[in-house]
């Protein structure tokens, strides 16, 4: 009997572990030379988002992402506070120079941020 219990339990836990496991990605050899160097990437072809095999790899990483993630314990508490944080009123100022007698810094403060 415990011989069959740990075979069930394996098995579970080979379902889990598969169930976990993001989609497959391909490879696809991609070379480029440079300065007479010839660099090869398997996995260069996910940069073209014009792609749509890329997009579909994308959605399919995404979604498995989202499954894990959303079942992970106090996902709700983890949401919340980040949120919170992300959105949190803060200033800083970088770039500070004095010039004829004036503090001139660039001001940062999210989500007020103008762009020029």
Known sequence: ???VVQHLSCSCLSILLVAAMPPETRTMPVADNYHGVTIEDD???LEDWNDPQVKKWSDAQNGHARAVLDRL???AAIRARVT???SAK???YSGLAFRQGT???IKRE???NSHF
Do not use: D, G, H
Request: cysteine-free; glycine content about 0%; aromatic content about 14%.
């Open 84 to 86: 919170e944080i992300m």
């Open 110 to 112: 999210p989500p007020n």
């Open 1 to 3: 009997m415990q011989r």
């Open 43 to 45: 996995y260069r072809w």
């Open 103 to 105: 503090l001139f810094a």
């Open 90 to 92: 803060t200033v800083s």
């Open 73 to 75: 314990p106090n996902v």
